[in-house]
C-alpha cells in the first residue's frame, strides 16, 4: 500500500467517522428537543389542574 493509497483510506475512515458522529448529534438533539415539549407539556397540564383546584376550593370556601 503506497501512502497515497494509506491516506486515502485515512481520510475516508475519518469521514466515516465524521458522518457518523454528525447523525449521533442529531439523534441527541432531538431526543433532547422531544424531552423539553414533554416537560413543558407536562408542567402545563399541572399548572391548569392546580389553577382548577384553586378555583374549587374558593368556590367551596365561597359557598361554606
Known amino acids: ?6 491516506s486515502y483510506n ?4 475519518k469521514g466515516q467517522a465524521e458522518e457518523k458522529a454528525s447523525g449521533l448529534m ?4 432531538n431526543a433532547a428537543q422531544s424531552a ?5 407539556e407536562t408542567g402545563q ?3 391548569a389542574k ?3 383546584s ?3 376550593a374558593k ?6
Open 36 to 40: 423539553k415539549e414533554s416537560l413543558q
Open 45 to 47: 397540564q399541572l399548572q
Open 10 to 13: 485515512a481520510g475516508q475512515a
Open 50 to 52: 392546580a389553577q382548577e
Open 59 to 64: 368556590d367551596s370556601a365561597n359557598k361554606s
Open 26 to 29: 442529531d439523534q441527541a438533539k
Open 1 to 6: 500500500m503506497d501512502s497515497n493509497s494509506a
Open 54 to 56: 384553586s378555583e374549587a
